[in-house]
Structure formats: C-alpha cells, structure tokens
C-alpha cells in the first residue's frame, strides 16, 4: 500500500531563510507526487506535481521539489522564505490509473518569523 | 471561473439527525472525492467517483454515503451522524487524463460540528 511520512509537523524558519520540508513516500511502483499548501481557513491548492521527466519540478511562489528514486523522498524547498509562506503543507502520493486515489501525508505547519 | 464550490461551508448539529453536504464542480472532471482533515492526521479520503453513477469507497468510509446522479455534483450524506464526524470536510476533482492528469482541485471546505 503506498504511504506518504512528513518528518516534523512544525517548522519554523527566519524571513530570508532557507525552507526544507520533508516528504517520503512507500510504493513499489513509479509514484506520482504533489505538495499542496493550505492557508488558514482555506482549501488546498496545489504547489508543483512529479509525474514523469525531470526530477526537479518548479511550482508557485518560488518552491521547489526534488524526486530522489533512491531516497524515496520529495522534499520541498524555497531559498528565502517570506511572511507570506507560513501554512500548512502537505505532500501526497497516487499512482497510474489511480488518479482518483490521493494518499496524503499528515502535514507540516510553517512558522515564519522576523 | 473553475472551481470547485461546498455548501454549507459551515455546520453545527446534533447525533443522529441527516444532513447533506453538496458539493459542485464546473470542470467537467470526471472524478471526484470526499476528504476529512482532522489534526494530526491529514486529509483521509471517505469516498471517490470515477464517473456517474461509479463510487467505490476510500480509507474512512463508515458512516457516510455518497452519490453521483450527475458528473458535476458529489454531495456527501451522513445519514445518522456522530460526534467523531466533527472534522473538516474537502469536496475535490480532477480530470483522468491530459496535462493536468492526476492534479486534484480543492474545494473551500465545510467545518462540520456534531454535538
């Protein structure tokens, strides 16, 4: 069964910052992988996505996320952290023909400070 | 605009009495899912549809029913519900293929509150 771990539940991270939040996945088979982001009192809007080809995938608002096949991780990264950034973030797993099947991690709540 | 709308957004009520959430979508997606967000443990998915009149259910599907009379609604019904159904609730859909293959389109949530 696939399965989706975010290490650390709270990071908190200085204006200007490097962010890493963590994502490892379980799968026998190729997955594909999403980060969501969730602002308060919002619905989930999605970040960047790894379906196939390049393993650096590019998203919104300066993030970015890394396929490591040998690792088993997607981690997200942003080199300068902004106010703006501070939500939670959720990385998620689904597979081929499965696409209406999306398996989530328990998420990581960003802090930003001054 | 595409979107993905919930009503009601917000919902206190009482053990054991129906309520329906609706849940709509103008995308023409052919799958759909119910999800609820309960801290510490992410987004579970209750219920999902890969067409009219197609449901199968997902990891948390006891004590809620689903339908899919038409491709753009998906309300989710608790026919008797309980305090452990207080959650946030996420309405999604995505399309089976193209660019945005596998992307899923979020809803802006229902806070459902059972006492």
């Known amino acids: 069964a696939q399965s989706v771990t975010q290490l650390g539940s709270h990071v908190s991270v200085s204006e200007g910052a490097l962010v890493l939040l963590r994502c490892n996945y379980s799968?026998?088979?190729?997955?594909?992988l999403f980060w969501y982001v969730q602002y308060p009192n919002q619905g989930l809007q999605l970040l960047l996505k790894?379906?196939?080809?390049?393993?650096l995938v590019k998203g919104i608002n300066g993030f970015e996320a890394e396929f490591k096949k040998s690792e088993t991780s997607f981690h997200l990264t942003k080199p300068s952290a902004h106010m703006s950034d501070a939500a939670e973030y959720f990385c998620?797993?689904?597979?081929?023909?499965?696409?209406?099947?999306?398996?989530f991690g328990t998420g990581t709540r960003l802090q930003v400070t001054l | 605009e595409a979107q993905v709308t919930q009503n009601p957004r917000y919902l206190i009520t009482v053990t054991g009495k129906k309520l329906t959430v609706t849940c709509s979508q103008n995308?023409?997606?052919?799958?759909m899912s119910w999800y609820r967000q309960d801290p510490g443990l992410g987004l579970r998915q209750i219920y999902y549809?890969?067409?009219?009149?197609?449901?199968d259910k997902g990891d948390v599907p006891e004590g809620y029913k689903v339908s899919r009379k038409e491709k753009r609604n998906f309300p989710l019904i608790l026919e008797s519900p309980s305090p452990n159904q207080t959650s946030l609730y996420f309405c999604?859909?995505?399309?089976?293929?193209?660019?945005?293959?596998?992307?899923?389109?979020f809803g802006p949530g229902t806070r459902l509150t059972v006492t």
């Open positions: 999604a859909s995505s399309p089976p293929g193209g660019r945005f293959a596998y992307e899923q389109y």
């Open positions: 790894y379906t196939t080809g390049a393993t």
């Open positions: 799968s026998s088979v190729p997955p594909y």
């Open positions: 995308m023409n997606h052919e799958y």
């Open positions: 549809s890969m067409n009219v009149e197609v449901t």
């Open positions: 998620a797993v689904t597979f081929t023909g499965t696409a209406s099947k999306l398996t």
